[in-house]
């Protein structure tokens, strides 16, 4: 039976419209019934710099009765924070999407109201030691405590901290009150080279780690040949090949689940009308709740 917890806040994560303003975010997550926009810091940044205000954002989200909940994400809480290696064009938008001053990051968010950031290692494999990589996690959590909110760490197959026991060690170690996980369906299974050691981890963990949970399926891609192309078929959660209720149920069980929302990609995704997509993204968010046993 799942223990008794807080109402699970849902989220629109709207990296497929990234390219989008704003107000166009707020309105896919107003249309899909979310409670919630995860906003990235560069994201604010464009908006201010389009001519709208802080106030306006507020304003504009109020009006649709959506908050900002996430800063996502940022990466310059640790010396090296973007990758180097690889594909030089990805490359060179994770740079531009990360290209913000942590300090200032947290301060819009803060402007915002917004209440979780989410700390990633954009950095290449074996380009920080574990030392390194512990303090600068201690370090950002402690400053986005200063300012109201909680740390998050994401784990990105990609980089420096690739898959969720790699998250977990440096989340248990610094042991900062608060933080916790971003579970994203696609990268716990579809990039981890252990996935039944990965739910084993999972299944163990202590009741009071915080999740909150990105929601993607694996479409057939590249049939699984090639990890980074993949990222272009992450599907709406049960139109693809993952377990996700698997991943799901033990932290819905034991009341650890923060927030849980799509984040998709594809240019079929990215086809859709707003209002289109942004119903379809409410509708599978509702199935993977009632899948693993709850609901929003």
């Known amino acids: 039976m799942a223990k008794a917890h807080m109402a699970v806040q849902t989220v629109f994560w709207p990296s497929c419209i990234m390219d989008r303003p ?55 809480w640790l010396p090296a924070w ?16 990360f290209n913000i001053d942590t300090q200032e990051a947290l301060d819009l968010g803060a402007e915002l109201d917004i209440a979780a950031i989410v700390a990633v290692g954009a950095f290449d494999r074996g380009m920080l030691d574990r030392e390194t990589v512990l303090r600068g996690f201690a370090d950002i959590c402690a400053a986005a405590q200063t300012r109201g909110m909680r740390t ?25 009150v608060g933080s916790g996980l971003v579970l994203d369906t696609w990268h716990m299974q579809r990039g981890s080279t252990d996935f039944a050691r990965d739910l084993a981890c999972l299944d163990a963990m202590p009741d009071d780690c915080p999740f909150d949970i990105q929601l993607a399926d694996a479409l057939p891609g590249t ?49 859709l009308p707003l209002e289109a997509l942004g119903r379809r993204s409410g509708e599978t968010t509702q199935r ?9």
């Open 223 to 271: 049939a699984w040949k090639e990890l980074l192309p993949d990222t272009n078929y992450r599907g709406f959660p049960g139109d693809g090949s993952l377990d996700i209720a698997r991943m799901v149920s033990p932290v819905v069980g034991r009341g650890a689940l923060l927030s849980i929302g799509p984040e998709v990609f594809g240019e079929a995704v990215s086809a």
């Open 22 to 76: 704003v107000f166009d975010q707020l309105a896919v997550a107003a249309a899909g019934g979310f409670d919630a926009l995860a906003i990235a810091p560069m994201a604010i940044k464009n908006a201010l710099a389009s001519g709208l205000s802080l106030r306006d954002l507020r304003e504009r989200a109020q009006e649709l009765g959506v908050i900002f909940s996430h800063l996502d994400g940022i990466s310059g």
């Open 82 to 97: 973007h990758p180097i290696e690889g594909d030089p064009a990805f490359n060179d938008y994770i740079r531009q999407r």
């Open 288 to 296: 993977a709740l009632a899948d693993a046993g709850a609901n929003a």
């Open 152 to 176: 998050a760490l994401e784990f990105i197959p990609f980089w420096g901290i690739p898959e969720f026991v790699d998250a977990w060690d440096i989340v248990s170690t610094v042991g900062h």
